[in-house]
């Protein structure tokens, strides 16, 4: 399988990372970022040549799938002409999708292309689950969010409620820490349904998130304490390693999970 990878800032390079240690079946064709430093970075750590896309049509040009690793703002500008082009795409900022009109838009591109969009788990764990029992009735979601006050762009020396509403909301107001709302909303009840409580914490220094889901199946909670990216304190390891196992499933042809 050929990548095109749009967006080469924190998560992308673990994405190509992953894909020069040959963890994923896959080879990356071309790169696209707005910073071309950060493209001709990632491309020279690869013994292949891996083009440096100068535009949208430079970076589909040959592959199977491109991986958007960039920002909301590139998913609107650059998603549906990838999609129209006839390509796969994986969007890791799926907060963009509190636009309704704009998901349902890529959606049917994408049956009319027939192509698909993946949405990895991305920082969460038990959306396998929460897939499964929408297959039923679900009663509630409620995703509770703790980070320190820096990850969140946030000044306070306590503890502090800075969000409690539904998730379409949150989710436009944090567009850079909530993709797990986002993702979380795509696989239950939607985002207007599924309650988001974000909490500013100074005192820890992993990101957590729990999960509550109550159905016709029953009940679960789920906890992910997340070590924040190094590089970038907004992002969690556990979405980039997300995304390295999204691309090693549509590759592999064993299907493990829902």
Excluded at 194 to 217: Q, S
């Amino acid at each position: 399988m050929n990548v095109g990878l749009l967006g080469c800032g924190n998560i992308g390079g673990y994405i190509a990372e992953a894909i020069n240690k040959k963890m994923i079946d896959c080879r990356l064709v071309s790169v696209f970022d707005n910073n071309i430093w950060n493209s001709k970075f990632i491309s020279s750590k690869f013994k292949q040549p891996v083009k440096i896309a100068r535009n949208i049509d430079e970076l589909v040009a040959g592959v199977d799938i491109v991986v958007e690793a960039a920002s909301q703002d590139a998913v609107r500008k650059y998603a549906v002409g990838i999609l129209k082009r006839g390509r796969n795409l994986m969007i890791m900022s799926v907060g963009v999708f509190y636009d309704d009109v704009l998901f349902y838009k890529m959606r049917d591109i994408a049956k009319r292309k027939g192509v698909k969009i993946y949405i990895p788990s991305g920082a969460i764990v038990g959306i396998d689950g929460v897939k499964s029992a929408n297959m039923g009735k679900l009663r509630s979601v409620t995703l509770m969010t703790r980070k320190n006050p820096d990850a969140l762009d946030i000044k306070t020396k306590r503890v502090r409620v800075v969000y409690n509403g539904s998730a379409r909301v949150g989710v436009k107001k944090f567009p850079k820490n909530i993709n797990v709302a986002a993702t979380l909303s795509l696989a239950g009840v939607g985002f207007d349904k599924t309650k988001l409580k974000i909490i500013a914490d100074p005192k820890i220094k992993r990101n957590r998130h729990e999960i509550d889901v109550v159905g016709d199946f029953g009940a679960f909670k789920t906890i992910a304490n997340n070590i924040p990216s190094p590089d970038n304190p907004k992002t969690s390891y556990l979405a980039a390693l997300s995304a390295i196992a999204t691309l090693k499933k549509i590759v592999d042809p064993v299907q493990i999970g829902t």
